[in-house]
């Protein structure tokens, strides 16, 4: 009998079900498939239900969420999920609901779809909203694709260039050249802001778009972005909003007041609707009014008629770039994060804001003397960027370190590298649902590692110790995936 690994359970003659007889006549699958269509050997693992079980709940433990603990990823808004958008999102009357069932019969599921899409455009400033796209980057699509269909119509198919700062998320330049536009990036300057010289220079009649992420990925509000919109207008460009960092503006200030034409937002990220693990998100797009017609089909519309109000689904819209999603997005997503804004209600949403920078900025406060703070130390919005330049130039210790050790307490580290423009970069978003002993405790870690960093630097460099597994090759994991199960049992076993 060969060696066991801990991981394998298969066992011949084990099994997890108990199939009943088959009760319609058989069919000879090689007659009606063709014999080249089947598998002469199916190597599955013979388990019982409990093995399965216990298997499958001992890989859950291991995994980390953000129910089991701090989970500071910079960027991606890694925030609690309220328990009552699940329960609101499981009645039967939306959970049981089927896209293709009449109109008439879903007017419920219409109506919250008709009310999100408004209060999305009241928080932004914006006129009009789709809950189509089912990711950001998706949302950054279907903003060029508007941009573009803009532009043609007014006879100006020549514009194809898109301006991007050199701080903006990957996916920016990324939807824009699948849009066919070329992209022309532009530095930022010391400040970490957009270069207002820089961008001028890069202004022109065939430009289609500036694409800006505000508060921008350093986690600075772009204080010149009245000026910023005014310039890329006055050459006849549109301007985006990458609404990644909504958080810090909620309730606050609005995207549209700034002067932006469009906007994306993450319902998987700043409304609270489950993020990672694969999806499904939501990008929901927002727009001006110039840009209305061009949302895709169909969009969600309400008439009254006395003091009934119908919702319908209006496909009846010729400027439209067409359908982006199959039915209408992701409709349960978009029930998790209508229980969010209706139960935190204004004043709520504007605490969300508030708390999201508080937080970033005690974070910020209490590890500058421990770290580098991107940026000369500026007050931040949502997220702070720390640096390990100092620990890398004293012992060699890295941002990749750091975050290794992290793990060893029990906490899952921050984003690292990005932006691509601070040198070891330490991306911390705490998000306003933290509490200040949980903030604290994240803090004392970090302080704690800076000292490990001083005094026992191999330390760090081998770190994680205490984990499931040890430090890993994630080059040669990212080339080499082994994802096929292959039995180790012997056909006498």
């Known amino acids: 009998m060969p060696h066991q690994t801990i991981f394998e359970k298969s066992r011949r003659g084990r099994t997890g079900a108990n ?27 013979e388990v019982s239900e409990l093995d399965v079980v216990r298997h499958f709940t001992g890989l859950s433990h291991r995994n980390y969420s ?3 603990g701090f989970y500071p990823l910079g960027s991606c808004t890694m925030k609690y999920n309220p328990k009552v958008n699940e329960k609101t999102a499981a009645m039967p009357g939306f959970a049981g609901l089927h896209p293709l069932q009449p109109e008439e019969t879903a007017q419920g599921a219409l109506q919250l779809i008709y009310e999100l899409q408004s209060m999305l455009a009241e928080i932004c400033g914006m006129d009009a909203t789709t809950l189509q796209p089912s990711a950001g980057a998706h949302g950054e699509l279907l903003a060029m694709m508007m941009v573009k269909a803009y532009h043609a119509e007014r006879g ?8 991007i700062p050199d701080a903006a998320h990957g996916t920016n330049p990324a939807s824009a050249a699948r849009c066919n536009f070329k992209v022309k990036g532009i530095p930022g300057n010391d400040s970490g802001r957009t ?13 289609a778009a500036f694409m800006l992420t505000n508060p921008n990925t350093v986690g600075l509000f772009e204080s010149d972005i009245r000026r910023i919109c005014e310039l890329v207008h006055s050459v006849g460009g549109l301007v985006y909003c990458d609404g990644a960092n909504m958080n810090a503006m909620l309730g606050l200030t609005r995207p549209g007041d700034m002067g932006f034409d469009v906007m994306h937002f993450n319902l998987h990220k700043t409304f ?8 499904p998100g939501c990008g929901a797009v927002s727009v001006k009014k110039i840009l209305e ?5 169909p969009h969600v519309v309400k008439s009254v008629v006395g003091d009934q109000a119908t919702y319908t689904l209006d496909a009846n819209r010729p400027q439209s770039i067409g359908r982006i999603h199959s039915f209408y997005g992701a ?14 209600g204004a004043r709520g949403i504007r605490e969300v804001g508030e708390n999201a920078v508080l937080n970033a900025n005690y974070i910020r406060a209490r590890l500058a003397d421990h770290y580098e703070v991107a940026f000369d130390n500026q007050v931040c919005m949502h997220e702070v960027v720390l640096s390990a330049t100092r620990q ?9 370190d750091i975050s290794k050790r992290l793990m060893d307490y029990g906490l899952h580290p921050p984003t690292n590298y990005f932006p691509l423009i601070v040198p070891e970069a330490l991306m911390i978003e705490p998000t306003e649902t933290e509490s200040k002993q949980t903030l604290d405790h994240f803090i004392d870690v970090m302080i704690k590692i800076a000292e490990e960093a001083k005094d026992n630097p191999e330390l760090l460099k081998t770190a994680p110790h205490n984990t499931v597994v040890s430090r890993l090759d994630e080059t040669y994991a990212v080339k080499n995936l082994d994802l096929r199960y292959e039995p180790i049992f012997t056909a006498t076993e």
């Open 331 to 344: 409709f349960l997503l978009a029930v998790r994060a209508y229980t969010y804004i209706r139960t935190l």
């Open 272 to 279: 609270s609707t489950p993020h990672g693990g694969g999806g």
């Open 156 to 163: 100006e198919a020549h514009r194809n260039i898109v301006v």
């Open 293 to 297: 017609p061009y949302l895709p089909t």
């Open 19 to 45: 199939l009943p007889e088959c009760d319609v006549p058989r069919v000879d699958a090689a007659e009606t498939l063709g014999a080249g269509a089947l598998r002469t050997s199916l190597p599955l693992p």
């Open 195 to 207: 270069d207002i010289a820089a961008l001028e220079k890069a202004l022109d009649g065939n430009v």
């Open 392 to 400: 890398k130039v004293q012992s060699g210790v890295r941002a990749m």
């Open 66 to 68: 953000i129910d089991a």
